[in-house]
């Protein structure tokens, strides 16, 4: 898989997990640490849990590895980093600390929803 059908795919997991506020950040030419950036909410720590495993199960048997281990999980922030594509699961309070968007704001966003 491309890093566009990655991040397409991780999309879609998150909507099917219910995620709020999904933001897909193109990062090609402004930055060497992924292609894309995609950052969304969970309304708790055990829902921002759950769509992280889904997307871990799903991209696994795809063969789609994590190149960071769970200690990147915590209440607040849970990073995904499939290499391409790194996904962001925050809590409200964790995303509006942090302000991805903001720090980022020279990328291209190419889908929001709400």
């Given amino acids: 898989m491309v890093s ?3 991040a397409e795919e991780a999309i879609k997991i998150v909507k099917d997990k219910k995620g ?3 933001i897909l ?3 090609k030419g402004i930055s060497i640490i992924a292609d894309y950036f995609i950052i969304c909410g969970g309304e708790s720590p055990v829902h921002m849990r759950s769509i992280a495993q889904e997307i871990e199960k799903k991209f696994k048997e795809k063969g789609i590895k994590l190149l960071n281990p769970q200690d990147f999980w915590d209440n607040v922030w849970i990073l ?3 290499g391409t594509v790194v996904i962001h699961i925050f809590s409200k309070e964790g995303r509006e600390f ?3 968007e903001r ?3 020279d990328a291209s966003k190419i889908v929001s929803t709400h």
């Fill in 103 to 105: 720090l980022w704001a």
């Fill in 98 to 100: 942090y302000q991805l």
């Fill in 80 to 82: 995904l980093d499939f």
């Fill in 25 to 27: 950040l193109d990062l």
């Fill in 4 to 6: 566009r059908e990655i």
């Fill in 20 to 22: 709020k506020d999904i």
